[in-house]
């Protein structure tokens, strides 16, 4: 029995033990219809925190030559801890039952030895066949070596590569596959990710229900769940990791609140050259693998340097192009049939409309001489009345409401004093119903126009001498989709922020 069999055997029971969070160990073995043995557990596993391998690391099944730690079934050369059946010589912790009144014992008659040999033989063989066809349910997936040959077969999603100065954070393949136990991830980088002295970020985003909905939002997936992996190189050219972990999303909080993932658990990977590979327990996700899952690709670097694959990538449902599902979402199905301006996401309407120019620099604005944004860095306007409404337009010369899908370039925990792979079950957060804490922190750009309704009435919002805003639309958005437009009063003489809402939810497009 291979090493890995012997760990995704006890991996895959002490995870579903986690999720449905068994307080004693019999209520999992009639659940499952099996003993602990036979998935590689202990009673300790009972209190979440333990070393112990399961069913591996000895001639026997578990770290001995017997069933547990010894030569007999527990501990010692008879049923438990030494030569009889329990701690002794005897049935009890002694020569009789329990120590105290004693049974003699027939020095000639080997007979009950004897059966109780035959008893364990059978016990051995049963229990061997039982175990031997639990594994023989896991199938073989991939091995996590940092080796891609086991991923020959799977299809792996070719990105677009060399648009990045950093070719080490330039995703260059990505793929994915589910067995009965894990959801297993691979990463290729045109150059080795995590070979910076400061320092670089894998994140993936994990859709487990398939819906947009929910979770946190990327055009086209709503991430549920998040891998964070951070490494760095170390002082022997090798690699050194940080922090490997999963987080889960707070459905309680804003969707495209960052803060609102709060770590789960510790997860497994294995980065050699431009190869990385983790993988993470269906259990932990709550899925099964037919189960469709939508998974999401970013890596980034201490420069800011960011590179967010293109695909999405769909396991049991298909392939996502990020781009498609942006410009579906800004525009109508519908081209324009009339050249009255309309809200539509098409812009020929106002091809014959005259337009003001910005510059960087005007007598208006203190600073900055220059933008260094190009998505905030505002190249035309103007406003137009048709019948009853009022529409406007502006253009940036990057993307307008570009926003920035991750707006945290840091990792969210460094130095868990987690070792990638090692046996020790560290449980940093179990399944739980725990809250994000961290304050909101959004990635989304917001547009500003400020109204002077008031003709020659010095009320409002202070914008120059000429020019008081009683009114304010704030659009705000992100991956160049309007996330929400209000139109406010100004309600105070003194503070900016003192605006009440007065028509929610206008009509825009960009």
């Not at 801890?81 to 912790?93: A, K």
């Not at 809200?343 to 933008?371: M, T």
């Not at 090692?422 to 739980?432: G, K, L, R």
């Amino acid at each position: 029995m291979s090493d890995d069999k012997s760990r995704a055997t006890r991996d895959y029971w002490l995870q579903f033990h986690r999720q449905k969070k068994f307080t004693l160990p019999e209520e999992l073995e009639q659940v499952s219809g099996k003993s602990l043995e036979e998935m590689g557990l202990t009673e300790s596993d009972f209190k979440i925190k333990d070393s112990s391998r399961g069913l591996t690391d000895g001639n026997g099944l578990t770290n001995g030559n017997g069933l547990t730690n010894g030569n007999g079934l527990t501990n010692g050369n008879g049923l438990t801890n030494g030569n009889g059946l329990t701690n002794g010589n005897g049935l009890t912790n002694g020569e009789g039952i329990g120590g105290y009144s004693k049974i003699e014992l027939e020095k000639t008659d080997n007979s009950s030895r004897v059966n109780s040999v035959i008893a364990i033989i059978m016990a051995l063989l049963l229990g061997g066949g039982v175990i031997y066809f639990l594994i023989d349910e896991i199938p073989n997936g991939t091995i996590l070596d940092g080796n891609i040959e086991d991923w020959e077969g799977i299809p792996r999603i070719e990105l677009e590569t060399g648009n990045l100065s950093n070719s080490n954070i330039d995703l260059e393949f990505i793929a994915a596959q589910t067995d009965s136990v894990y959801l297993s991830l691979l990463t290729m980088t045109s150059e080795p990710l995590f070979y910076s002295d400061n320092g670089d970020l894998l994140r993936i985003f994990i859709d487990t229900d398939n819906t947009t909905e929910t979770g946190y939002f990327v055009p086209g997936m709503g991430a549920d769940y998040l891998i964070e992996i951070y490494g760095e190189k170390s002082l022997d050219n090798n690699k050194t990791f940080q922090s490997s972990l999963l987080y889960r999303f707070d459905e309680s909080r804003d969707r495209n609140d960052w803060n609102a993932f709060v770590p789960l658990t510790n997860i497994d990977i294995a980065s050699v050259e431009d190869i990385t590979e983790c993988r993470v327990p269906l259990f932990d996700l709550g899925i099964q693998s037919t189960d469709p899952i939508k998974l999401g690709w970013q890596t980034s670097d201490s420069s800011g340097f960011t590179d967010l694959a293109e695909v999405i990538v769909g396991v049991n449902t298909d392939n996502v192009l990020i781009s498609d599902v942006i410009l579906s979402s800004q525009r109508d199905n519908i081209m324009p049939s009339s050249d009255q301006l309309q809200i539509d996401g098409y812009f020929e309407d106002w091809l014959q409309i005259q337009k003001y120019q910005d510059s960087d620099w005007n007598e208006y604005q203190e600073g900055p001489e220059e933008v260094v944004n190009q998505n905030v860095d505002l190249s035309e306007y103007a406003s137009v009345i048709q019948g009853s409404e009022t529409f406007f337009y502006m253009s940036v010369n990057g993307e307008m409401l570009s926003g920035i899908t991750i707006p945290y370039d840091e990792p969210k925990q460094k130095n868990s004093g987690y070792t990638p792979n090692s046996n020790e079950i560290d449980v940093i957060s179990p399944i739980s119903d725990n809250k994000a804490t961290e304050p909101v922190l959004k990635g989304e750009d917001t547009v500003y126009i400020f109204l002077d309704t008031n003709g020659e009435v010095p009320y409002g919002f202070k914008v120059n001498d000429s020019f008081y805003a009683n009114q304010l639309i704030e659009i705000t958005g992100q991956h160049g989709l309007v996330i929400s437009s209000q139109l406010y009063n100004y309600s105070s003489e003194e503070d900016f922020s003192l605006w009440s809402i007065f028509i929610p939810n206008s009509r825009y497009k960009n």
